[in-house]
């Protein structure tokens, strides 16, 4: 069932692969203002802008980092500033590089967990204010709950982010903000291919998998936005 | 955010940076030193050190500038090679002049 466009959403991370995807399926069925916060790349950001724009949604991108709290606060300034209210925010982004747990640095440790998970928590808790009903929505990944090889400075934020969500969802249970977590298994995105021996995973993961396919972006965002 | 710095000054902050996201005593980095291959960083720590000196420094820097700009023209080995602390320094002191003339 197409929903009418009535709402105002952020995706924090939301110009590659997932986030992307959530964003067009957003401006296609939900929305008609966007926030899509990233970082790194604006040629990608600016693609996926005019993309989204395509469907009649406004859309602000902000570039901010979500490894600082000060630079949240900043989004969410920029955010209230053009908006009251918020209905929905999709939390996408991920960070890492591809090593054994055993070999994760301090520093390595504290940026992945302060994108991967601090982050959430803190966006949520600006998101409150305005949020009066809605639903919030953190995109994990299959290294938290089982071993993934190589996958050591993302299984444990991935972990973090998950326990983030059932405390939130719990807390806030009543309120009107439904708070979910979405896990998705191997997809298809730009950075499955940099996984160490990434065709060697497919392959086994293919094995296990009845459908004898590995998840596409739509099949995420279709899962994010179930409504 | 406008912060005007001596090359010395921007040395010692980026000195700082550096053994902040490594965790080495800044008394170990110096100018010559080989970023990867002399202090060790991973990609990951390439990205923390360009995250804080943006924070820091109050600068935007494109996800593959430094090998872009660093790097222009050469090899990933050349590139390596040529990646020290003292690179990086250069590379921060000309991002804050053309900052400064925006």
Known sequence: MKAEKKYTALVTGGTRGIGREVCLDLARNFTHTLFINYVQNDVEAELTKSMVEESGCKVFLLKRNMAFPDEIDKMFDEIYSVTKTLDMFVHCPAINSFKPLIKVKPNQWDITMNVNARSFLHCVQKCLPVMKTGQIVAVSSLGSRTYVPNYGSMGPTKSALESIVRYLAAELAGSGIRVNGVTAGFVQTDSLTKFPDSEKMIEESLKRTPAKRIGNVKDISNTVLFY | ?102
């Open chain 2, 1 to 102: 955010m406008d912060i005007q710095f001596s090359k010395e000054e921007l040395t010692q902050r980026l000195i700082s940076i550096i053994s902040g996201a490594l965790r080495i005593s800044q008394e170990k980095i110096s100018p010559e030193l080989r970023i990867v291959s002399d202090l060790d960083a991973e990609s990951l720590d390439i990205l923390d050190m360009r995250f804080t000196i943006e924070q820091e420094l109050g600068l935007n820097i494109g996800e593959h500038e430094f090998i872009e700009t660093i790097g222009k023209g050469m090899t990933a080995e050349e590139f390596l090679d040529k990646f020290t602390v003292s690179s990086l320094i250069d590379f921060t002191e000309e991002r804050l002049k053309t900052k400064a003339l925006v």
